[in-house]
């Protein structure tokens, strides 16, 4: 059994009540939300970011519940993952766990900033979820990364971006090149929104 010395001596980690109130509205899961909470602990007393594998063994959760809930939290703009040098000059990875801190409410009773909505959050949190169902495997971070683009430089819909998954699981093409390709295709002929889509495919069904 611990004494109170040696819980003492084991040290302390603290958080802001804003954070802890207000983590639900700035649309973080509670899985999500104590990832970046063991982050912020390892990282106050780790110089490097953490081994995703370690940090899984000490939540006690499979390292893909781990890999995908950091992927959220970036998506989500809660933290980035950055370069950084270390004393010797060579790169290491670093979490940014200040992203997040900007969306606080300014007081205890403050509205949290306006961030991307909810709603816009649950879609692109389904992207990447439907396809790792369809794959019937967990993305790669490569993977991820095309995803993340797909939604935040090439702004392609949430919606667009299921329906190519669609076709591509119809020709049993479980692939994100092949689903790039149909996507740079739709864009081409300037096919943007989901109905624009559905309405083009309706048609080459009918030929």
């Known amino acids: 059994m611990t004494d109170f010395k040696t819980y003492l001596e084991a040290g302390q980690f603290s958080l ?25 602990q390892w990282q106050a007393s780790h110089h490097q970011a ?27 703009q809660a933290i ?12 290491r990875d670093h979490y940014d766990l200040s992203p997040i801190l900007a969306k606080l409410p300014t007081s205890a009773g ?20 439907q396809i790792e169902i ?12 095309t995803i993340r683009d797909w939604l935040t430089t090439d702004h392609y819909l949430p919606e667009v971006i299921l329906l190519a998954l669609r076709e591509a699981v119809l020709n049993s093409a479980y692939s994100l090149k092949y689903m790039d390709r149909i996507l740079l295709n739709w864009e081409r002929r ?5 109905q624009q889509v559905q309405a083009d495919i309706r048609r080459h069904q009918e030929l």
């Open 16 to 40: 802001s009540n804003l954070l802890f109130d207000h983590y639900a509205t700035l649309g973080l899961t509670q899985t999500e939300f104590m990832t970046y909470l063991f982050i912020d």
């Open 50 to 76: 953490p081994d995703l594998k370690v940090l899984a063994a000490r939540m006690n959760v499979a390292p893909n519940a781990i890999y995908s809930a950091i992927e959220t939290l970036i998506q989500k």
């Open 80 to 91: 980035a993952l950055e370069s950084v040098p270390d004393g010797h000059g060579r790169m």
């Open 110 to 129: 403050g509205t949290p900033t306006p961030a991307t909505s909810q709603a816009n959050v649950d879609a692109q949190t389904n992207v990447f979820n």
């Open 134 to 145: 369809e794959f019937g495997r967990p993305l790669s971070p490569i993977e991820q990364e």
């Open 190 to 194: 300037n096919l943007k929104t989901p």
